[in-house]
C-alpha cells in the first residue's frame, strides 16, 4: 500500500488534477495557468479541483462540453447565471450552498460580495465567450 502523501497546500496557488484512472496530481496554479492550460494536453485530463478568489464579475461566459461542473461557495456571495435554450437563469449561492453545471451549459459568476468558489470541472474542450456576446448561438 503507497504511503499517504504529507504535502500540504494552498488549494487557491495549487490546483488538484483528478485523473480518470484515480491518480491526483497537484499543478501549480498561477496567473498563466489557464495559458498552460490550453497548451499542455495531459491538463486536460479528468477534472480539477480549484479555488479561486471572486472580487469582480466573470468576463466571459463559460461551457464546458465534456461533463458536469460543481461549483461550492466557501464565503462571500455570488450569482451563477445559467443559459439553457434561450433563458438566462441566476442562482444564488451563498457560503455552504453549492450547484451543479450540466454539460454544455454557458454560464458565469456575477460577484454579489467578494468571494472564493471551489470548483470541480473537466475542463477539457472549454469554451469561453466575452460577455458582450449575450446571445450565444449554439455549435454547428
Known amino acids: ?3 499517504p502523501k504529507k504535502t500540504v497546500f494552498d488549494l ?5 488534477q483528478l485523473a480518470d484512472n484515480g491518480a491526483t496530481r497537484p499543478v ?5 495557468f489557464w495559458t498552460r492550460f490550453a497548451a499542455q494536453a495531459d491538463l486536460g485530463i479528468g477534472r480539477l479541483v480549484w479555488t479561486a478568489a471572486q472580487a469582480r464579475d466573470w ?8 461533463g458536469d461542473a ?3 461557495l466557501l464565503s462571500g456571495a455570488v450569482d451563477l ?3 439553457e435554450g434561450d433563458i438566462e437563469r441566476s442562482i444564488t449561492l451563498r457560503p455552504n450552498n453549492a450547484c451543479i453545471v450540466p454539460r454544455g451549459v454557458w454560464h458565469r459568476v456575477i460577484v454579489q460580495k467578494p468571494a472564493n468558489l471551489l470548483g470541480i470541472t ?4 472549454r469554451e469561453l465567450r466575452p460577455v458582450e456576446a449575450k446571445r450565444v448561438e449554439p455549435k454547428r
Open 28 to 32: 501549480e496554479a498561477g496567473t498563466d
Open 122 to 125: 473537466r475542463n477539457a474542450g
Open 81 to 83: 447565471v445559467l443559459i
Open 12 to 16: 487557491s496557488a495549487t490546483y488538484v
Open 59 to 66: 468576463p466571459n461566459w463559460e461551457m464546458n462540453p465534456n
Open 1 to 3: 500500500m503507497a504511503e
Open 70 to 72: 460543481v461549483f461550492y
